[in-house]
């Protein structure tokens, strides 16, 4: 893994592991975690156009008026895409919006891309 990886990683308290099984999973105590895993674990075209998004959005190319940008929530990580970053709407059990985080899309961009090439190596 490269540094600016294990970096993201760690900032995020983030791990990709092995099971003894061969089972790769994604741990970790931020709900970033279970996030990553679940568009990990998605259709590799999915990835890659949510990547090729990201780019967009690094690249200020993104139109967040004419686009939906509610498009890569999955399960139960409600999220949007905004110029800032990906905001992640935090809901108690009630559907009720809590709070929000934003996380840079370089760092989603690090962590997709270093999940979907850990998921590849023997």
Same mark, same amino acid.
Do not use: A, G, H, W
């Given at each position: 893994m490269n540094q600016e990886l294990l970096q993201t990683m760690n900032k995020y308290c $983030?791990? %990709?592991?092995?099971?003894?099984s061969g $089972?790769?999973?994604v741990h970790g105590t931020h709900y970033l975690s279970g996030f990553i895993s679940k568009w990990g674990n998605s259709h590799p075209d999915d990835v890659i156009d949510f990547i090729a998004d990201i780019d967009k959005c690094i #690249?200020?190319?993104f139109d967040f008026e004419n686009l939906d940008t509610t498009m890569?929530? $999955?399960d139960n990580y409600d999220t949007e895409?905004?110029?800032a970053g990906l905001i992640f709407f #935090?809901? #108690?059990? *009630?559907g009720?919006? *809590?709070s929000t985080? $934003? %996380?840079?899309?370089?760092?989603?961009?690090?962590l997709l891309v270093g999940w979907s090439n850990f998921k590849l190596l023997a």
């Open positions: $983030i791990s %990709f592991i092995k099971k003894p $089972i790769k999973e #690249n200020r190319q890569y929530s $999955i895409l905004v110029p #935090n809901k #108690n059990s *009630t009720y919006v *809590t985080d $934003i %996380f840079p899309y370089e760092d989603i961009k690090i």
